[in-house]
């Protein structure tokens, strides 16, 4: 009789393990189930909102993306190392600069490189005007790109302006300047891949 009473209780044994696992497989569906089911209303009421924003605004989410458009893949013009005696006076210091010149167009890229000589002569000579105190901050980085982009765009061909400094002492009393549409420049930005000033 042991033995009879051993095979029936190892019956119920395993039944009791095979409804506590479907009952742990359930209770995890039923979580699954009910997280889902909140995701799915947050992002329909997200959506509901950024439509309503939208019409508020005059414009849905399709008209934003026709309006923004693909960008157009700029072409990079990287150029040697300029390495450059500052303008100093109190001491000798010199700085080493990594230029890449951004372009919007391609076939800038061949004018640029058969106008390399003019090119890299103004941009040294722009380079050089400049003092170590000049070029240690953010604003003298900007100022000279902003510089090199004029100075290569003209180099360029690009009839460009020269910009009186508001320094300079005239006798002539100060005219009303019209002003002139800025002209489009081939170089669209000036990027420094290396900037050491010693």
Do not use: C, W, Y
């Amino acid at each position: 009789m042991s033995a009879a009473a051993a095979e029936a209780t190892s019956p119920k044994k395993g039944n009791k393990k095979l409804i506590i696992i479907i009952a742990a497989v359930l209770a995890v569906v039923l979580l699954g189930g009910g997280a889902a089911m909140l995701m799915m209303k947050k992002n329909a009421a997200a959506e509901e909102a950024a439509e309503a924003e939208g019409e508020e605004g005059g414009q849905g989410k399709a008209q934003k993306a026709a309006k923004a458009g693909p960008r157009a893949l700029p072409v990079f013009v990287p150029l040697e190392p300029f390495t450059v005696n500052l303008a100093d006076r109190d001491s000798e210091r010199f700085a080493q600069v990594g230029i890449t010149l951004e372009v919007a167009d391609p076939a800038v890229e061949a004018q640029i490189k058969s106008f390399m000589p003019v090119i890299r002569n103004n941009i040294l000579l722009s380079l050089a005007d400049n003092t170590a105190t000049d070029l240690m901050g953010r604003e003298g980085k900007a100022r000279l790109a902003k510089r090199i982009q004029q100075e290569t765009s003209r180099a360029l061909g690009v009839d460009i302006p020269e910009e009186v400094p508001e320094d300079a002492a005239t006798d002539e009393p100060p005219k009303k300047a019209k002003r002139k549409a800025a002209p489009d420049m081939p170089i669209t930005a000036v990027h420094f891949s290396n900037f050491i000033i010693q």
